[in-house]
Each structure stands twice: as structure tokens, then as C-alpha cells.
Nanobody, 115 residues
Framework: QVQLVESGGGLVQPGGSLRLSCKGY????????MAWFRQAPGKAREQVAF????????DYADPVKGRFRISRDNTKMTVDLQMNGLKPEDTAVYYC????????WGQGTQVAVSG
């Protein structure tokens, strides 16, 4: 089993950038495709970015295409999400997990875009 810890969130003005990081503990994260999800208040959790186990392929939800970039470092067991051009509608708690929520969910990291 993998324990996931997200970090890097914060308050940013529209148009700003943040870099989120997810660290996996307890198992070999490099074996798994991974994704970033987000959950805004009153809304269902949605997947926004995906990366294969090797890091060779990525995919993005339409609302974040061209603004977000997912990457991973399998030597460090980390999965990062670079977010540029942030918009108020990106405000949410962000989580990482394998697609479908294979692992237990971490605490997430709050992103707030306002100003």
C-alpha cells in the first residue's frame, strides 16, 4: 500500500502559478500510473491530470489543458503538478492518487485563487 502526502498549495492571485508535489511512501510508486484530482466545495472530485508509470505519456482534463503540467520523479517517488495561469475556478483541494483512487486518499492541499 502507498501512503500519499500532498503539499504546495496556497493562496494565489488570478494568473499566478503554483507547483504541487505528491510524495509516496510505503510502496514503489514507480509501478503505477498516477493522477492529480481536485474537489471544489459542493462538487464531486474530478481528475485533472494523468501520467503513466514511466512518465512517457500524460493527459489533461479540458479545463486545465495548456495551463497545467504533470511530471514525476520515480527515484524520489514524487508526482508534481505545475499550475500556471490560475483562475478562480481552479480553487479546490488537490489530491494525488492512482487513477480510480486505488490508494487511500491523502489529506490533499488547498489551492485558492482569488484577488
Amino acid at each position: 500500500q502507498v501512503q500519499l502526502v500532498e503539499s504546495g498549495g496556497g493562496l494565489v492571485q488570478p494568473g499566478g502559478s503554483l507547483r504541487l508535489s505528491c510524495k509516496g511512501y510505503g510502496d514503489t510508486l514507480s509501478l503505477y500510473s498516477m493522477a492529480w484530482f481536485r474537489q471544489a466545495p459542493g462538487k464531486a472530485r474530478e481528475q485533472v491530470a494523468f501520467i503513466t508509470a514511466s512518465g512517457g505519456n500524460t493527459d489533461y482534463a479540458d479545463p486545465v489543458k495548456g495551463r497545467f503540467r504533470i511530471s514525476r520523479d520515480n527515484t524520489k517517488m514524487t508526482v508534481d503538478l505545475q499550475m500556471n495561469g490560475l483562475k478562480p475556478e481552479d480553487t479546490a483541494v488537490y489530491y494525488c492518487n492512482a487513477p480510480g483512487g486505488l490508494f487511500s486518499w491523502g489529506q490533499g492541499t488547498q489551492v485558492a485563487v482569488s484577488g
